[in-house]
């Protein structure tokens, strides 16, 4: 079974706090994403990355960073978090760019990032 | 940009109901695709759907890839205890690989 694993399910942290959000995935896969999750605004995209090293940004990168230096690996950074960036975040990974059944998405468990 | 509709927002039901929910897009998708998130987890993918009428079942779930392309609907029969959580369709089309999601089904049994 693919794996991928947040490395907290729940952090608090303080405005203005540089924050780190680990991904890894044991799959091999190319991709991999970060969503951010809010009631009723469903899954956004934040970053995603296709190859180590390489980065695009999706839909809301505003306020965050990325960094992928290993291919298992991915990191979401929060440069100075805030009350807004409060929320469930969840970290996916997938084979390839086209779509079949089991190639598409992977996701983690999730983190719920509580900044105060 | 590219709209995903899910209704409805979420669900009340008895146990043993059937239920259904759908998806319409403001764009022809190459693909539907249906995850269900349990509390406190990330989304599960139920059915993929990767052809125009196409229809789809996994046990107690039934999915179908709309003719016109630009809607997606899931049926749940049946329901049980376990089925709680949310239910968000997702899509792509042919020019970005990346997907868009629907905002999401809330299902609630009642007790």
């Known amino acids: 079974d693919v794996k991928v694993t947040q490395s907290s399910r729940y952090l608090v942290k303080r405005t203005g706090e540089k924050v780190f959000l680990e991904c890894v995935q044991d799959?091999?896969?190319?991709?991999m994403f970060w969503y951010r999750q809010d009631p009723g605004l469903g899954l956004r995209l934040i970053y995603f990355s296709y190859d180590v090293k390489m980065k695009e940004k999706g839909d809301i990168p505003e306020g965050y960073s990325v960094s992928r230096e290993k291919k298992e690996r991915f990191s979401l950074i929060l440069e100075s978090a805030s009350t807004n960036q409060t929320s469930m975040y969840l970290c996916?990974?997938?084979?390839?760019?086209?779509?079949?059944?089991?190639?598409?998405?992977?996701f983690g468990q999730g983190t719920r990032l509580t900044v105060v | 940009g590219q709209q995903l509709n899910q209704s409805p927002q979420s669900m009340f039901i008895q146990e043993g109901e059937d239920v259904s929910m759908n998806c319409t897009s403001s764009?022809?998708?190459?693909?539907w695709l249906w995850y269900k998130q349990d509390p406190g987890e990330g989304p599960v993918l139920l059915i993929a759907?990767?052809?125009a009428g196409e229809l789809t079942s996994n046990g107690r779930l039934t999915a179908q890839f709309g003719i016109t392309r630009k809607d997606s609907f899931l049926n749940i029969s049946a329901s049980i205890p376990s089925d709680v959580g949310i239910y968000f369709c997702a899509g792509r089309t042919d020019s970005n690989y990346q997907l868009i999601w629907g905002a999401g089904t809330k299902l609630i049994i009642k007790p």
């Open positions: 759907l990767y052809k």
């Open positions: 996916a990974s997938k084979r390839g760019r086209s779509g079949r059944l089991n190639t598409e998405a992977f």
């Open positions: 799959m091999d896969h190319e991709n």
């Open positions: 764009s022809i998708f190459n693909t």
